[in-house]
Nanobody, 124 residues
């Protein structure tokens, strides 16, 4: 079982940049890593994903151009960089690991393991 630890959230001002991290108990090789977020009163939504071997990347239309998912060379950490933060980006962000196919990459059910979440608050 892969254990994930999300970190890097906090209180930031609009326009700032934030990098969230997802540390794993074992290598991500053979998996895809994704980030989801859940704002208060809303359903959890897909943000971005990365296929570890091959490097394919996907992101939600709503975050294209501002969110980027990257991987650590050591194979046990992934990152979500958020540029130009907006108030609507405020949410709990979760990393997840699974083996989705391209058509299911945005589906929560495609992921087996989840981090505990890290809170991002955007306020001036």
């Amino acid at each position: 079982q892969v254990q994930l630890v999300d970190a890097g959230g906090g209180l930031v001002q609009p326009g700032a940049t934030l990098r969230l991290s997802c540390a794993a108990s074992e290598s991500f090789s053979g998996y895809s890593v994704a980030w989801f977020r859940q704002a208060p009163g809303k359903e959890r939504e897909f943000v971005a994903a990365l296929r570890w071997s091959g490097g394919n990347r996907w992101s939600a239309d709503s975050v294209k151009g501002r969110f980027s998912i990257t991987k650590d060379k050591g194979g046990r950490a992934a990152y979500l960089q958020i540029d130009n933060l907006k108030p609507e980006d405020a949410a709990v962000y979760y990393c997840a690991v699974g083996r989705p196919i391209a058509s299911t990459v945005a589906s929560m059910s495609a992921y087996y393991y989840w981090g505990q979440g890290t809170q991002v608050t955007v306020s001036s």
